[in-house]
């Protein structure tokens, strides 16, 4: 008796959560409530977007690294000079996305008939970063989560990428505690809970497009009126030489050439579901473009390269190699230890769409600026190497009374 009563118990409350399930999901589909409620520049660029006006065909997803410092106007238009392929681009990055949120927008995008895509960028994250547990756990209950953890496709990377993590900070019982996490905010996202008011306003709420969106979406970090924007400034100021030099180094692992699986970090099921994401694309006719972007934090170059190694060619792009980028790396480019200043930003797109010529047309493509940089420090580097023999020269001819050549004969 006492069996059937618990069985009965748990039997009703299944098939309430069930009925309430059904019932949001019926309200979302009756209401047509939008996708893009979470932030006002996620509304901002959803409108934006689906402006029959402008016509986009290529959209940049990821986080302030990219909503900084790529510069749609200055790819398209590298893009067009140097090729015969015409782009119109828009960015969508968002502050502060981790890669669940990234992979949540793209599929979005994917899926979105009504635009006409030919191409989409997305920002490779380190997950490590991502699931800080600081971070991860105080957003668990926002509605950030409900970008990409709506669905079981979405459940099933955010768990399956976590279990790819190797390293002694994720022993087994994080993981199934971060489990845990995931089926808790899918559980939210499918139930609606706390969401409908603000999703309900969202629809109806009037942003403001060019606050939000400055220029096709890029807007640069020199203009930002934030208080903790200038305070990263003044943070990154005191300690760029050590900050670029230690990038500098850990980036040389994107010029290593080793393959994914020559690194224990190797997080398999993070690239497996980023190469299903790719042919989710290739599905709908767009190419998906993963992309390694220059100035990442500590250990995230080793996280996340072998990741980027275990992808398709042509459907990655790397930027990140300061060997091969090395104006990306330099005070003047940068407004802190992540993120491009403008000068960097513009330097950083025309570099990404030749690396984007390369890797689809097979285009080989010179850009004048880095020719020209080089030339200069070959310049400034000879020099001061006059400079310094000049200026030895003098100080030995001053000791002795005798020029520093003619001394060395005498001593013959």
Same mark, same amino acid.
């Given at each position: 008796m006492m069996k059937q009563k618990v069985f009965l118990f748990f039997g009703k409350i299944i098939l309430l959560v069930l009925l309430w399930m059904i019932g949001g999901a019926l309200i979302r589909s009756a209401t047509g409530l939008p996708y893009a409620w979470v932030t006002d520049r996620m509304l901002a660029g959803d409108k934006m977007l689906h402006r029959q006006d402008k016509d986009y065909n290529a959209v940049f997803v990821g986080s302030s690294r990219v909503y900084r410092g790529v510069v749609p106007h200055v790819f398209d238009n590298f893009v067009s000079k140097h090729s015969n392929k015409k782009i119109k681009s828009f960015n969508y990055g968002i502050g502060g996305s981790t890669s669940g949120m990234i992979y949540g927008q793209a599929r979005e995008l994917i899926a979105d008939k009504s635009l006409d895509l030919d191409y989409i960028f997305i920002e490779l994250r380190s997950l490590e970063t991502s699931l800080r547990e600081a971070a991860f756990v105080k957003n668990l209950h926002t509605h950030r989560s *409900?970008?990409?953890?709506?669905?079981?496709? +979405?459940?099933?990377?955010?768990?399956?990428?976590? %279990?790819? #993590?190797?390293?002694?900070? %994720?022993?087994?019982?994080?993981?199934?505690?971060?489990?845990?996490?995931?089926?808790?905010?899918?559980?939210?996202?499918?139930? @609606?809970?706390?969401?409908?008011? *603000?999703?309900?306003?969202?629809? @109806?709420?009037?942003?403001?497009?060019?606050?939000?969106?400055?220029?096709?979406?890029?807007?640069?970090?020199?203009? +930002?009126?934030?208080?903790?924007?200038?305070?990263?400034?003044?943070?990154?100021?005191?300690? +760029?030489?050590?900050?670029?030099?230690? @990038?500098?180094? @850990?980036?040389? #692992?994107?010029?290593?050439?080793?393959?994914?699986?020559?690194f224990p970090s190797y997080n398999k099921p993070y690239a497996e579901e980023l190469i299903e994401l790719i042919i989710e694309a290739a599905e709908r006719d767009i190419t998906l473009m993963v992309v390694a972007l220059p100035m990442m934090k500590g250990h995230d170059y080793e996280n996340i390269y072998p990741v980027f190694a275990a992808l398709p060619t042509k459907h990655k792009i790397d930027i990140a190699d300061s060997g091969a980028n090395p104006e990306l790396y330099m005070f003047d480019h940068c407004w802190d230890d992540t993120h491009a200043n403008e000068a960097g930003a513009r330097l950083l797109t025309q570099r990404l769409a030749q690396r984007f010529l390369k890797v689809q047309l097979g285009k080989e493509v010179k850009i004048p600026y880095w020719q020209k940089k080089e030339k200069q420090a070959k310049i400034k580097q000879h020099q001061e190497k006059d400079k310094k023999s000049k200026d030895q020269n003098e100080v030995e001819s001053d000791q002795s009374g005798i020029p520093a050549d003619t001394e060395a004969v005498q001593q013959d």
């Open positions: *409900r970008i990409w953890v709506n669905d079981f496709q +979405a459940l099933r990377f955010g768990i399956r990428s976590m %279990w790819g #993590i190797k390293g002694a900070d %994720w022993d087994t019982l994080k993981k199934i505690r971060y489990t845990g996490y995931f089926l808790l905010k899918y559980i939210e996202c499918k139930l @609606n809970v706390g969401g409908m008011i *603000r999703m309900w306003e969202a629809s @109806n709420k009037e942003v403001k497009v060019k606050k939000e969106l400055c220029q096709e979406g890029w807007c640069p970090m020199d203009y +930002a009126k934030d208080v903790d924007i200038k305070k990263l400034r003044k943070k990154f100021v005191k300690s +760029a030489s050590h900050t670029l030099k230690s @990038n500098r180094e @850990n980036s040389k #692992i994107f010029a290593s050439g080793l393959q994914a699986e020559s």
